[in-house]
């Protein structure tokens, strides 16, 4: 009976030991894991495809690939950390809080470091700057537009969420539309007649252009006035992160010669239909 006893709590012993090794394994595997979030559908920062061709990356939970800008950025950031990159495709209105809630480690997803931004999570230096222009119909009558005037008695609308939603009312006379949830929406409204234009940043106004030859990008002699926190674009984490100090370290580390070229390489390697 006693040998009996002792072999159950041998057994048990055991187990429990195999339970606490993969338990630790497991959480192994996670602190080597950087896990950022992003649309995958703001082309050309972010995308989604449906291979690794042009160094997409596996898209997590899902068989797809994202691509971009941002992925770009987001390898070399975990290259830096040593850990291995994964992507978390995240609604916009959901990256604040998948950052806070730790289920993403950082949002790289062309987001500004706006002053209502900070009061939620920490920025790193920027590792971007843009400007603002209109993507319209070519061959409409907004196509050859200089000034954000041009677009009296026009249906505007921007992303939900953004600061390119709240310069609309800067142009004297507009037809405010709903904000929409994403760029690919946009894109369709735009197509189908339902808005004559959406406010944007150079580089989708660029990858508009390349992915539909209906669109033809305007940008302004006499434009939208915005703040540089506006323009710019940085890698969100959470408040009181220590990643902040070293993710800026390896942003420093990325000459903008290199910045440039990603980003040209980027409205290159697009999906067409994005």
């Known amino acids: 009976m006693r040998r009996r006893v002792w072999s159950l709590a041998l057994v048990l012993l055991l187990a429990v030991s195999l339970m ?3 338990g630790k394994a497991k959480a192994d595997k996670e602190d080597n894991l950087f896990r950022v979030g992003m649309e995958c559908g703001y082309a ?14 596996k898209i997590e939970g899902t068989s797809e690939y994202a691509g971009g800008y941002d992925v770009e950025i987001a390898k070399k950031i975990a ?10 495709k995240t609604e916009w209105l959901g990256l604040t809080p998948a ?7 950082a949002i790289i997803a062309g987001m500004s470091p706006t002053a209502e931004r900070l009061l939620e999570v920490d920025f790193s230096d920027i590792y971007y700057t843009s400007d603002l222009v209109m993507v319209v119909k070519k061959g409409g009558p907004y196509e050859n537009a200089t000034s ?7 249906k505007i609308t921007a992303q939900l969420n953004t600061f390119h939603y709240t310069v609309i009312d800067q142009i004297e006379g507009v037809d405010i539309q709903t904000a929409m949830d994403d760029f690919p929406a946009m894109r369709v409204a735009l197509e189908s007649g339902i808005i004559d234009g959406y406010v944007s940043e150079k580089p989708e106004g660029v990858s508009a252009e390349a992915a539909n030859s209906n669109f033809k990008m ?6 939208f006035e915005t703040s540089p926190e506006d323009t710019a674009i940085a890698v969100g984490v959470k408040k009181g ?3 902040t100090a070293k993710i800026n370290e390896i942003l420093k580390g990325i000459p903008e010669e290199e ?15 994005e």
């Open 20 to 22: 606490s090794g993969c």
């Open 44 to 57: 050309p920062f972010n995308w989604t495809q449906m291979d690794d061709s042009n160094g997409g990356v």
């Open 79 to 88: 290259e830096g950390l040593g850990k291995e990159l994964v992507i978390v």
């Open 99 to 105: 950052v806070n809630s730790g289920k993403i480690d």
């Open 148 to 154: 954000i005037n041009d677009f009296k008695g026009a």
């Open 218 to 223: 305007v940008e302004f002699t006499n434009g």
């Open 241 to 243: 992160s220590d990643l």
């Open 259 to 273: 910045r440039i070229k990603l980003m040209d390489n980027a409205i290159i390697n697009q999906p067409a239909a």
